[in-house]
């Protein structure tokens, strides 16, 4: 005899680990030395606004099943993330352009594809707003 609730769609449970995976690579971005994992999840929630306690049930696979809603955002935190650390890398090569290494500029394009690339993707997840007729 099995229970109904513990029947999950896969979709359900890939979502949960698509989700496990984003948090698990936000926490490595956000660490700053050993111990730090918790900590970390409590910047993550301040700055992004994700429960605290949702983060770390996922993040240490307790979590079956991850709403639709939950996952879009822990994915636009983490884009969030990614687009942060490019822009630093984008300073950091043009502070070396105005020191004299122009061999740059290349690399400035490219990163600035890779910034539209990665605004793109979370936009795309940005929920449509229905408009009043």
């Avoid at 409590?42 to 991850?66: C, D, Q």
């Avoid at 636009?76 to 890398?89: G, H, P, R, T, V």
Wanted: glycine share 6%.
């Amino acid at each position: 005899m099995t229970c109904k609730e513990t029947k999950h769609t896969e979709q359900e449970m890939s979502a949960a680990i698509e989700a496990q995976g984003f948090i698990l690579k936000m926490v490595a971005k956000e660490t700053t030395g050993w111990g730090d994992t918790l900590p970390a999840l409590e910047r993550i929630e301040s700055k992004y606004g994700l429960p605290f306690w949702t983060l770390n049930h996922i993040r240490i696979g307790r979590a079956k099943t991850v709403e639709g809603g939950m996952l879009r955002r822990i994915k636009s935190a983490y884009y969030d993330m990614c687009e942060k650390q490019i822009m630093n890398l984008k300073h950091e090569l043009e502070m070396d352009g105005r020191l004299g290494d122009d061999a740059n500029s290349d690399l400035l394009a490219k990163i600035s594809i890779l910034a539209a690339e990665v605004k793109a993707k979370k936009q795309a997840l940005k929920p449509k707003r229905k408009t009043a007729a």
